[in-house]
């Protein structure tokens, strides 16, 4: 068995670029029943981005947005785009959606949806 080229003992936690961090830590809280454990902002001294952290059990998510539409966070949020959600059928369950955007081709309209 080959070796394992980046072995992890463990992750502190994984950070997402959102376009709005508030609103993705209210969607982690309700839907999947994350804890908000802490914020840092304008309001902390932060004056680029905004970012909750997320947790529950030993899952910690960071969810960073940029606060001004020039700077590293803001190109990074616009160059993959995409957006996440999810189709909900009464008795039917649910289907989480991925949007990612693609580089355009000759003939390519743009984005492709895809369901998970």
């Not at 998510?61 to 189709?87: K, S």
């Amino acid at each position: 068995m080959p070796q394992d080229p980046l072995p992890l003992r463990r992750i502190d936690h994984v950070r997402f670029f959102v376009g709005n961090a508030r609103q993705s830590a209210y969607f982690y809280r309700n839907a999947f029943g994350f804890d908000v454990v802490a914020y840092a902002g304008p309001e902390t001294g932060v004056r680029d981005r905004a970012s909750y952290v997320v947790q529950q059990g030993h899952i910690r998510l960071v969810l960073t947005a940029p606060l001004a539409p020039e700077g590293a966070i803001a190109e990074h949020v616009r160059l993959h785009g995409g957006r996440v959600w999810v189709d909900d059928r009464p008795g039917g369950g649910s289907r989480f959606v991925v949007e990612l955007p693609i580089r355009p081709e000759p003939g390519n309209a743009g984005a492709e949806a895809a369901s998970v």
